[in-house]
């Protein structure tokens, strides 16, 4: 599939680049499995660069021999030099090679001679007025960060630069799921699964899924015999644990399970509070699997599994993983069905992003809350309020397909549902869904419409 998206990234390395014709450059690029960072640097460094893997199952003898074969190849090295070192084969590279160089999977290192992290530090540090680009690029997101930021590591302090790639955004899976020649809806299922990690729409072509339903997909990819992606969450996840996953798994089946509250996801595992706090901070801040989101206003936030992908997994297949290995007719069937609810939620993400963009929002949010006691008790959710100038906007967002009657009546409850909110700002409803008939005359009315038509799907 042709390269899709990432300009910003694009032309920030290309700047670092341009930054370090002298001066020696060590860029860290980061991010969790299937986001993409391979393929950005391939498309960077092109033909002119150089790209090392760290293949973690080799000697640390085996993998200079490829490395120096490597610089061979690229006249490097002559056919009739050796390096016998790690020491020699970074000093070369630095001293011969003018180009961008990638270590990909660098964490790795660790694992085959955690030593090679300070002959790389030596190395840098007597090389540092040589103008070069040397990037390295992981899927540990701990690991990494640990590399970097740790001052009791070797390379701590050493990176110029640390940029963390994030998943593609909705306009760059439109345009991959385009090319598939996905529907509409389609689309924002993919995109409900899968998010925006570019690996599983390679997939899709890779196995000429293009053009079917995305039933079809997930069968192909989760629910036949020995499916595509059968072990893909379980695989991420023990890359990034490791042997002590236990806790780390409770807490995402709580999380995926509506228990999004510390308080919530203890009761759920039995444990007392204390004893899960280092756990969930580092999922959160660490690992990068969960977030936590505060309302529009107040402070009593909530824990969300912020991959797509493994919020899926956990929220139908862990739980009920006997079911799913036996690959049950029933089961399939449920969480077939159930999956409308996931695919609303993924609605509402992109629905909040384009509503922000198109109505130039300042500061923008879900909002829920407490009814007051003097209007009923009890509690109140709304899918977005934003705020843009003097104007306060109540949104909501509905993955269905409704007629004039029927949006109408969701807006009038959107209206009495924000008046659950103090505010002296100028209200204004928007109402966003798969479709919407009569769209003009709710507009006439003074309401902001919009369905999928608007997206540019």
């Not at 270590?103 to 540090?125: H, R």
């Not at 690991?143 to 640390?162: A, C, H, I, M």
């Not at 996840?237 to 409770?250: D, I, V």
Request: proline share 3%.
């Amino acid at each position: 599939m042709k390269f899709v998206g990432r300009k910003p990234e694009m032309e920030e390395l290309k700047k670092l680049e341009k930054l370090s014709k002298n001066k020696l450059f060590l860029v860290a690029l980061y991010g969790i499995r299937r986001v993409g960072k391979t393929r950005l640097l391939l498309e960077f460094i092109g033909n002119k660069g150089l790209y090392f893997f760290v293949n973690r199952n080799k000697t640390s003898e085996s993998l200079l021999r490829e490395y120096a074969s490597l610089l061979k190849q690229k006249k490097v090295l002559g056919e009739l030099e050796e390096v016998a070192s790690w020491e020699d084969f970074f000093k070369v590279l630095i001293e011969r090679f003018n180009g961008a160089i990638v270590f990909d999977e660098f964490q790795n290192f660790y694992a085959i001679d955690p030593s090679i992290m300070g002959v790389l530090q030596k190395t840098a540090d007597l090389h540092e007025d040589e103008g070069n680009l040397i990037l390295f690029s992981g899927s540990l997101l701990g690991l990494l960060k640990k590399s970097f930021q740790d001052s009791k590591e070797p390379l701590y302090g050493r990176v110029k630069k640390s940029i963390r790639l994030n998943p593609l955004s909705f306009d760059s899976i439109v345009e991959m799921c385009k090319i598939l020649k996905l529907s509409s809806e389609d689309t924002i299922k993919a995109y409900s699964v899968f998010g925006g990690y570019p690996k599983y729409y390679v997939s899709i072509e890779d196995f000429d899924l293009g053009g079917k339903p995305f039933e079809k997909i997930l069968d192909e990819f989760f629910f036949i015999p020995n499916a595509v992606l059968e072990d893909e969450v379980k695989l991420i996840l023990y890359q990034e644990f490791g042997g002590r996953s236990g806790t780390y798994y409770s807490i995402l089946e709580a999380i995926a399970t509506g228990n999004n509250t510390i308080s919530s996801i203890a009761a759920y595992l039995n444990k007392p509070v204390p004893s899960i706090t280092r756990q969930v901070d580092e999922l959160k801040n660490y690992f990068e699997i969960i977030r936590f989101v505060k309302p529009f206003e107040g402070k009593r936030g909530i824990y969300e599994i912020a991959h797509p992908l493994i919020r899926f997994w956990f929220a139908y297949i862990y739980k009920n993983y006997s079911e799913y290995a036996k690959k049950s007719p029933d089961f399939i069937k449920k969480v077939k069905t159930d999956l409308n609810s996931v695919y609303g939620r993924s609605f509402e993400i992109i629905c909040s992003d384009f509503v922000a963009e198109k109505l130039k929002l300042e500061n923008f949010g879900r909002q829920w809350g407490k009814i007051p006691k003097s209007k009923g008790g009890g509690q109140y959710e709304i899918d977005l309020v934003g705020v843009s100038g003097k104007t306060i906007y109540f949104c909501e967002f509905k993955w269905k397909r409704l007629d004039y009657s029927k949006a109408r009546r969701v807006l009038e409850k959107l209206v009495e549902t924000s008046s659950f909110m103090e505010t002296k700002l100028k209200p204004k409803y928007c109402l966003v869904a798969k479709s919407i008939k009569n769209k003009e005359k709710l507009k006439k009315e003074g309401f902001l419409v919009f369905d999928m038509g608007d997206f540019g799907l």
